[in-house]
């Protein structure tokens, strides 16, 4: 458990010392500027992109393994008329 600071009460491994209210205002500011309809699609997309650079990282990034294909009757059907005109 960290230390606490001799200048206030938050402990000293607080992320960039950003103290409770400033990240309060921070979050304000983030919902006025985009709005609360873009906020879910800029999670799910910050989301996708930290998930696909841990895949990247990790070296799970080989596509999965396909079913084998079934083999599949090919049926050819001539489309010119057979019979001649005289």
Do not use: H, N
Not at 18 to 38: A, D, H, S
Not at 48 to 56: A, C, L, N
Request: proline fraction near 8%.
């Amino acid at each position: 458990m960290g230390r606490i600071c001799a200048a206030g009460w938050y402990p000293e491994s607080v992320p960039f010392g950003i103290q409770l209210w400033e990240l309060f205002v921070l979050l304000l500011v983030v919902l006025l500027v985009f709005g609360p309809k873009r906020l879910p699609e800029m999670g799910r997309s910050l989301g996708k992109g930290m998930r696909e650079f841990k895949d990247s990282i990790s070296g799970k990034d080989e596509p999965a393994e396909l079913p084998p294909a079934q083999e599949e009757t090919v049926v050819t059907t001539s489309t010119r008329d057979e019979t001649k005109t005289t």
